[in-house]
Protein backbone atom coordinates (compact mmCIF):
# COMPACT_ATOMS: atom_id res chain seq x y z
CA UNK A 1 0.00 0.00 0.00
CA UNK A 2 1.11 3.38 -1.23
CA UNK A 3 2.59 5.84 2.07
CA UNK A 4 0.50 8.64 3.35
CA UNK A 5 1.74 12.04 4.89
CA UNK A 6 -0.69 14.05 6.38
CA UNK A 7 0.03 16.72 9.28
CA UNK A 8 0.28 16.52 12.76
CA UNK A 9 -2.61 18.55 14.16
CA UNK A 10 -4.38 21.42 12.86
CA UNK A 11 -7.22 23.19 14.36
CA UNK A 12 -10.58 24.66 13.11
CA UNK A 13 -13.18 26.89 14.55
CA UNK A 14 -16.71 25.28 15.13
CA UNK A 15 -19.03 25.79 12.39
CA UNK A 16 -15.96 26.85 9.84
CA UNK A 17 -14.75 24.34 6.90
CA UNK A 18 -12.33 21.53 8.11
CA UNK A 19 -9.77 20.87 5.23
CA UNK A 20 -7.50 17.92 6.03
CA UNK A 21 -5.06 17.50 3.64
CA UNK A 22 -2.82 14.10 2.90
CA UNK A 23 -0.10 13.62 0.51
CA UNK A 24 -0.09 9.96 -1.45
CA UNK A 25 2.26 10.76 -4.30
CA UNK A 26 3.44 7.26 -4.99
CA UNK A 27 -0.31 5.86 -5.04
CA UNK A 28 -0.75 3.36 -7.68
CA UNK A 29 -3.75 3.36 -10.39
CA UNK A 30 -5.97 0.88 -8.35
CA UNK A 31 -5.32 2.34 -4.73
CA UNK A 32 -8.29 3.52 -3.31
CA UNK A 33 -8.14 6.57 -0.89
CA UNK A 34 -10.08 6.12 2.47
CA UNK A 35 -10.48 8.49 5.43
CA UNK A 36 -11.28 6.67 8.89
CA UNK A 37 -11.15 9.05 12.38
CA UNK A 38 -10.98 7.86 16.14
CA UNK A 39 -12.53 10.32 18.41
CA UNK A 40 -10.74 9.58 21.98
CA UNK A 41 -10.15 5.83 22.35
CA UNK A 42 -13.10 4.55 20.81
CA UNK A 43 -12.60 2.72 17.77
CA UNK A 44 -11.99 3.79 13.98
CA UNK A 45 -15.29 5.33 12.08
CA UNK A 46 -15.12 4.95 8.35
CA UNK A 47 -15.68 8.50 6.68
CA UNK A 48 -15.92 7.91 3.00
CA UNK A 49 -13.15 6.60 0.39
CA UNK A 50 -12.76 7.53 -3.69
CA UNK A 51 -10.57 6.21 -6.25
CA UNK A 52 -10.21 8.94 -8.61
CA UNK A 53 -13.49 11.30 -8.32
CA UNK A 54 -14.75 13.75 -5.54
CA UNK A 55 -16.82 12.01 -3.57
CA UNK A 56 -19.52 13.31 -0.86
CA UNK A 57 -21.47 11.60 1.64
CA UNK A 58 -23.42 12.94 4.39
CA UNK A 59 -20.46 13.11 6.92
CA UNK A 60 -17.78 14.80 4.38
CA UNK A 61 -16.09 15.56 1.13
CA UNK A 62 -13.24 13.99 -0.75
CA UNK A 63 -11.80 16.09 -3.02
CA UNK A 64 -9.11 13.97 -5.10
CA UNK A 65 -6.37 15.91 -7.18
CA UNK A 66 -6.12 15.07 -11.21
CA UNK A 67 -2.90 13.52 -10.93
CA UNK A 68 -4.22 11.70 -7.21
CA UNK A 69 -0.98 12.31 -5.82
CA UNK A 70 -3.28 14.22 -3.25
CA UNK A 71 -6.42 14.59 -1.68
CA UNK A 72 -8.18 16.59 0.97
CA UNK A 73 -11.10 15.70 3.21
CA UNK A 74 -13.81 18.53 3.71
CA UNK A 75 -15.67 18.34 6.58
CA UNK A 76 -18.25 21.71 5.57
CA UNK A 77 -19.25 22.47 9.06
CA UNK A 78 -17.10 21.21 11.72
CA UNK A 79 -18.12 20.39 15.56
CA UNK A 80 -17.39 20.46 18.44
CA UNK A 81 -17.70 16.16 18.10
CA UNK A 82 -15.16 16.13 15.04
CA UNK A 83 -12.57 16.57 17.20
CA UNK A 84 -11.02 13.51 16.34
CA UNK A 85 -7.47 11.80 14.83
CA UNK A 86 -8.15 11.71 11.11
CA UNK A 87 -6.47 8.87 9.30
CA UNK A 88 -5.88 8.92 5.13
CA UNK A 89 -5.26 5.50 4.05
CA UNK A 90 -4.36 4.61 0.94
CA UNK A 91 -5.05 0.63 -0.40
CA UNK A 92 -6.46 -1.46 -3.12
CA UNK A 93 -9.11 -2.39 -3.44
CA UNK A 94 -8.29 -6.50 -2.79
CA UNK A 95 -4.87 -6.26 -1.09
CA UNK A 96 -3.78 -7.06 1.91
CA UNK A 97 -5.30 -7.38 4.96
CA UNK A 98 -4.62 -4.67 7.81
CA UNK A 99 -4.95 -0.85 7.36
CA UNK A 100 -2.29 0.98 7.60
CA UNK A 101 -3.22 3.24 9.96
CA UNK A 102 0.11 5.62 10.57
CA UNK A 103 -0.08 8.71 12.37
CA UNK A 104 -2.91 10.89 11.60
CA UNK A 105 -3.73 14.79 11.68
CA UNK A 106 -5.06 15.47 15.35
CA UNK A 107 -8.10 17.89 14.42
CA UNK A 108 -8.98 20.23 17.61
CA UNK A 109 -12.59 21.99 16.61
CA UNK A 110 -12.50 24.90 19.19
CA UNK A 111 -15.28 27.00 20.14
CA UNK B 1 -28.55 -1.84 13.91
CA UNK B 2 -25.28 -2.83 12.61
CA UNK B 3 -22.14 -3.36 15.08
CA UNK B 4 -19.71 -4.71 16.35
CA UNK B 5 -19.73 -5.46 19.66
CA UNK B 6 -16.89 -6.05 21.96
CA UNK B 7 -16.89 -7.77 26.09
CA UNK B 8 -15.82 -7.07 27.93
CA UNK B 9 -14.88 -3.30 27.68
CA UNK B 10 -12.23 -2.90 30.52
CA UNK B 11 -10.66 -5.91 32.60
CA UNK B 12 -7.72 -5.72 35.11
CA UNK B 13 -5.78 -9.20 35.33
CA UNK B 14 -2.90 -10.49 36.67
CA UNK B 15 -0.39 -12.78 34.50
CA UNK B 16 -0.88 -15.65 33.49
CA UNK B 17 -4.52 -16.21 34.03
CA UNK B 18 -5.96 -17.16 30.87
CA UNK B 19 -8.40 -14.52 29.39
CA UNK B 20 -10.89 -13.85 26.24
CA UNK B 21 -12.03 -10.88 24.48
CA UNK B 22 -15.10 -11.62 22.54
CA UNK B 23 -16.09 -9.67 19.56
CA UNK B 24 -19.67 -10.41 17.67
CA UNK B 25 -21.02 -8.92 14.57
CA UNK B 26 -24.21 -8.32 13.14
CA UNK B 27 -23.59 -7.67 9.81
CA UNK B 28 -22.68 -10.87 7.71
CA UNK B 29 -19.71 -10.53 7.48
CA UNK B 30 -17.11 -12.26 6.32
CA UNK B 31 -13.57 -10.85 7.04
CA UNK B 32 -12.89 -10.38 10.84
CA UNK B 33 -9.73 -8.74 12.70
CA UNK B 34 -7.86 -7.56 15.89
CA UNK B 35 -5.70 -4.82 16.52
CA UNK B 36 -4.24 -3.78 18.93
CA UNK B 37 -3.42 0.20 19.85
CA UNK B 38 -0.52 1.44 22.13
CA UNK B 39 0.61 5.15 22.20
CA UNK B 40 3.34 6.41 19.83
CA UNK B 41 2.86 3.10 17.50
CA UNK B 42 -0.29 3.28 16.45
CA UNK B 43 -3.13 0.26 15.25
CA UNK B 44 -1.15 -3.40 14.70
CA UNK B 45 -3.18 -5.64 13.25
CA UNK B 46 -2.73 -9.53 15.71
CA UNK B 47 -4.98 -11.58 12.97
CA UNK B 48 -7.31 -11.53 10.93
CA UNK B 49 -10.10 -13.85 9.48
CA UNK B 50 -11.06 -14.55 5.99
CA UNK B 51 -14.27 -16.82 6.83
CA UNK B 52 -15.10 -19.39 8.82
CA UNK B 53 -12.00 -21.56 10.25
CA UNK B 54 -9.84 -19.48 8.45
CA UNK B 55 -7.40 -17.26 10.18
CA UNK B 56 -3.94 -15.93 9.86
CA UNK B 57 -1.18 -14.01 11.74
CA UNK B 58 -1.57 -10.33 11.28
CA UNK B 59 1.54 -8.03 12.09
CA UNK B 60 1.96 -8.82 15.94
CA UNK B 61 0.35 -12.49 16.67
CA UNK B 62 2.77 -13.55 19.67
CA UNK B 63 0.94 -14.34 22.94
CA UNK B 64 -2.27 -14.73 21.18
CA UNK B 65 -4.69 -16.98 19.61
CA UNK B 66 -7.90 -16.63 17.76
CA UNK B 67 -11.05 -18.96 16.39
CA UNK B 68 -13.79 -18.56 14.13
CA UNK B 69 -15.94 -21.48 14.30
CA UNK B 70 -18.90 -18.84 13.41
CA UNK B 71 -19.85 -16.42 11.18
CA UNK B 72 -20.62 -13.82 13.83
CA UNK B 73 -17.86 -14.34 16.34
CA UNK B 74 -14.17 -14.06 16.73
CA UNK B 75 -12.77 -14.39 19.86
CA UNK B 76 -9.44 -13.60 21.23
CA UNK B 77 -7.88 -15.31 23.33
CA UNK B 78 -4.66 -14.54 25.60
CA UNK B 79 -3.48 -18.03 27.11
CA UNK B 80 -0.86 -16.61 29.33
CA UNK B 81 -1.09 -12.40 29.04
CA UNK B 82 1.94 -10.99 30.45
CA UNK B 83 2.39 -6.92 31.09
CA UNK B 84 3.22 -5.99 27.43
CA UNK B 85 -0.06 -7.28 26.68
CA UNK B 86 -1.37 -4.28 28.07
CA UNK B 87 -3.42 -2.16 25.67
CA UNK B 88 -6.56 -1.56 23.89
CA UNK B 89 -7.56 -3.63 21.84
CA UNK B 90 -10.09 -3.17 19.04
CA UNK B 91 -12.25 -5.86 16.56
CA UNK B 92 -13.33 -4.97 13.26
CA UNK B 93 -15.24 -6.38 10.70
CA UNK B 94 -16.05 -6.37 6.74
CA UNK B 95 -17.67 -7.59 3.79
CA UNK B 96 -13.79 -8.69 2.20
CA UNK B 97 -10.30 -7.52 3.23
CA UNK B 98 -10.37 -4.42 1.00
CA UNK B 99 -14.09 -4.17 0.01
CA UNK B 100 -15.65 -1.40 1.30
CA UNK B 101 -15.28 0.11 4.98
CA UNK B 102 -14.55 -1.73 8.18
CA UNK B 103 -16.66 -1.74 10.81
CA UNK B 104 -14.77 -1.38 14.25
CA UNK B 105 -16.02 -1.95 18.06
CA UNK B 106 -15.88 0.25 20.60
CA UNK B 107 -12.75 -1.41 22.37
CA UNK B 108 -11.37 -3.16 25.32
CA UNK B 109 -8.74 -1.97 27.83
CA UNK B 110 -6.48 -4.57 28.87
CA UNK B 111 -4.82 -3.77 31.72
CA UNK B 112 -2.42 -7.05 33.01
CA UNK B 113 -0.65 -6.75 36.62
Known amino acids: DAKTTQPPSMDCAEGRAANLPCNHSTISGNEYVYWYRQIHSQGPQYIIHGLKNNETNEMASLIITEDRKSSTLILPHATLRDTAVYYCIVRAANSGYALNFGKGTSLLVTP | EAQVTQNPRYLITVTGKKLTVTCSQN?????MSWYRQDPGLGLRQIYY???????DKGDVPEGYKVSRKEKRNFPLILESPSPNQTSLYFC????????????FGDGTRLSIL
Open chain 2, 92 to 103: ASSLGPGRGSQH
Open chain 2, 27 to 31: MNHEY
Open chain 2, 49 to 55: SMNVEVT
